[in-house]
T-cell receptor
């Protein structure tokens, strides 16, 4: 059973506009959430994270929002740039052994 | 600079053969992980270790084993390779439980 869900396999956004990637989770024990970015033929790289004690975390063009009651988080990228075209993975951890569980990923295409 | 390296980067093997994928990190991280990435499944956790002599099963551990004899290395062994194990394998490490993961560049395995 999927504990971390990214229901949009792909997303296309015009350059300069806002990209919003969504993620839902089912495990109420999760208390730490991360976003990773992956380019083809490379390993994923850490982008931004948020603890469950916060509802927002910002780092430059990237902002992650957490809605604990809805078990939902989102990653906002503004403005979107061509180099943002990649696969984005949502991940979560918490509970007894704290291992990090990933979603299936969303492929973001930034259109010129 | 500290890094995490995987070898081989590409391997083709036959069904039934034993295969070992190497992972070596120089960050002195206690926590190491193996994931596989497949289309439609994202990143799934195979095995993980929180220190020397510690190993734990992840979501998709059947047919795989790991051993942790030192801090730097976590080799992944496929005891008898199956076509269903054709995938891209990523090793990762982190300095603290639930912390940011640092990924290797991946090992693409094809089982014929």
């Amino acid at each position: 059973d999927q504990q971390v869900k990214q229901n949009s396999p792909s997303l296309s956004v015009q350059e300069g506009r806002i990209s919003i990637l969504n993620c839902d989770y089912t495990n109420s024990m999760f208390d730490y959430f991360l976003w990773y970015k992956k380019y083809p033929a490379e390993g994923p790289t850490f982008l931004i994270s948020i603890s469950s004690i916060k509802d927002k975390n910002e780092d430059g063009r990237f902002t992650v929002f957490l809605n604990k009651s809805a078990k939902h988080l989102s990653l906002h990228i503004v403005p979107s740039q061509p180099g943002d075209s990649a696969v984005y993975f949502c991940a979560a951890s918490g509970g007894r052994d704290d291992k990090i569980i990933f979603g299936k990923g969303t492929r973001l295409h930034i259109l010129p | 600079d500290a890094e995490i390296t995987q070898s081989p980067r590409h391997k083709i093997t036959e069904t039934g053969r034993q295969v070992t994928l190497a992972c070596h990190q120089t960050w002195n991280h206690n926590n190491m992980f193996w994931y596989r990435q497949d289309l439609g499944h994202g990143l799934r956790l195979i095995h993980y270790s929180y220190g020397v002599q510690d190993t734990n099963k992840g979501e998709v551990s059947d047919g795989y084993s790991v051993s942790r004899s030192n801090t730097e290395d976590l080799p992944l062994t496929l005891e008898s390779a199956a076509s269903s194990q054709t995938s891209v394998y990523f090793c990762a490490s982190s300095g603290r439980v639930s912390g940011e993961l640092f990924f290797g560049e991946g090992s693409r395995l094809t089982v014929l």
